[in-house]
């Protein structure tokens, strides 16, 4: 499956972006969709997911201030940032698992200014 993910930007502390991310293909047979993100010079870490059953997972460092949904029907998952930081700073990236398969997106950037 191709992932096209957008919504990033550029936004002050305290503020909200949404990110979506467009599958190429009916996304009901995906176990596992979420998005990740990447800061200079650090690692790839889990931000959040959501099951096909729609049970959603976050980082300890997002919970209460982001929000991941899914809508089959546009075959696209959300993630709603609220209340954003500056460490919130990352290229996020989606993906999705299918199996033992996983694809990635492109990756969009956010950046949070202080």
């Known amino acids: 499956v191709q992932l096209q993910a957008s919504g990033g930007g550029l936004v002050q502390a305290g503020g909200s972006l949404r990110l979506s991310c467009a599958a190429s293909?009916?996304?009901?047979?995906?176990?596992?969709m979420g998005w990740y993100r990447q800061a200079p010079g650090k690692e790839r870490e889990l931000v959040s997911t959501?099951?096909?059953?729609?049970?959603?997972n976050h980082a300890d460092s997002v919970k209460g201030r982001f929000t991941i949904s899914r809508d089959n029907a546009k075959n696209t998952v959300y993630l709603q940032m609220d209340s954003l930081k500056p460490e919130d700073t990352a290229v996020y990236y989606c993906a999705a698992d299918c199996g033992p398969l996983r694809s990635w997106g492109q990756g969009t950037q956010v950046t949070v200014s202080s």
């Open positions: 293909r009916n996304i009901i047979s995906l176990n596992v």
């Open positions: 959501i099951t096909s059953g729609g049970r959603t």
